[in-house]
């Protein structure tokens, strides 16, 4: 069985390498409007009603001229427990939105071409869009003739598409109301441990940046500053977790600053400048931690005290 599944191994790499071989001297990238540097990933946001052009830029290193085979189809998540992105054979969710007519293109060898498209999505379109630009060579002098088989073997390969379309802009992003906050100490460490919840209550991702500070006035303090991506339309809770807080607890002050931008990971181009500013929030409050145990260890030390003593006086007495 191991001798019959290696051998369908080196059949398909055979496969690859004897029909495709064209294809690993093609690459495919996006020109513009990408934030990733090697262009093989595009991160956009769209307005519905407006025309977003893309560029794509092809190159062949190879000798001779390569027939290449470009189409849009939708993107999936592998059906596995890790749900990477993967890329579907089908276009229904893509295709009534970008424009694109050149399915078929000749390369010329050593060259490097430029193509722009558009997408177009109608006014009322909203939402987060997943797609893939997939291609493959097409020669037909090596194209795989198998009449037994029950499948066909394509080798491609394939950019990701991933944007957000908006209808109206009008970022809303919250901080609850101060009720909202929760510190409580963490039962297994004993850590501090404060929530503070957001909401993101329109399409596109905002990016938080933040500092805070926890301090006493016996001299603890500690500050970190980090960051945070809060999806669209989802509420969070950053959580703050301070392990080292003094045995004698005490009385905390606890500041929060931060401010939030559109996800920078994403082609901002096509939104208003006006929409691009940062937004400013601070938040401080005071946190009273009681020492519990060091108020029974005292409760508990007078009460043996006193009873010691009673002890003592009896056997005195005698």
């Known amino acids: 069985m191991k001798k019959i599944s290696f051998l369908i191994v080196i059949f398909l790499l055979w496969l690859s390498f004897s029909f495709a071989d064209s294809l690993w001297d093609v690459s ?11 262009g093989k990933s595009m991160n956009f946001v769209a307005q519905a009603g407006v025309p977003y052009e893309f560029c794509l830029e092809i190159a062949n290193t190879s000798k001779e001229k390569v027939s290449l085979s470009l189409w849009f189809v939708d993107g999936e998540l592998t059906n596995d427990e890790l749900h990477n992105k993967a890329c579907s054979h089908q276009w229904r969710l893509f295709s009534p939105y970008v424009d694109f007519l050149e399915k078929t293109m000749l390369i010329s060898s050593w060259s490097v071409v430029q193509k722009t498209w558009t997408l177009s999505f109608p ?9 893939c630009l997939v291609y493959h060579v097409l020669d037909q002098e090596k194209s795989l003739q198998q009449d037994w088989s029950s499948f066909d073997i394509i080798v491609r390969k394939a950019n990701f598409m991933d944007g ?16 909202s906050v929760i510190y409580y100490i963490d039962k297994e460490d004993s850590a501090l441990v404060v929530l503070l919840p957001f ?3 329109w399409i596109l991702p905002e990016f938080l940046q933040y500092t805070w500070r926890l301090s006493n006035i016996l001299g603890y303090e500690r500050m970190v500053t980090s960051s945070k991506i809060i999806d669209y339309w989802t509420s969070s809770m950053i959580e703050f977790r301070f392990a080292d807080i003094p045995f004698y607890k005490w009385v905390y002050s606890f500041f929060f600053q931060w401010f939030s ?40 030390f007078f009460v043996a005290l006193f009873v010691l003593r009673r002890i003592l006086k009896i056997i005195l007495r005698r």
């Open 164 to 179: 957000y379309v908006v209808g109206d802009f009008k970022r809303n992003i919250e901080f609850d109301n101060d009720s």
């Open 28 to 38: 495919v990238s996006f020109c513009n409007n990408t934030t990733w540097a090697d």
């Open 123 to 131: 006014l009322g379109y909203s939402g987060e869009v997943n797609w």
């Open 199 to 201: 909401s993101n209550w």
């Open 261 to 300: 931008l559109l996800d920078t990971r994403l082609d901002l181009s096509y939104v208003p400048e006006e929409y691009k500013q940062k937004i400013d929030f601070s938040y401080d409050k005071n946190i009273i931690l009681v020492p519990w145990m060091l108020i029974f260890g005292i409760v508990w």
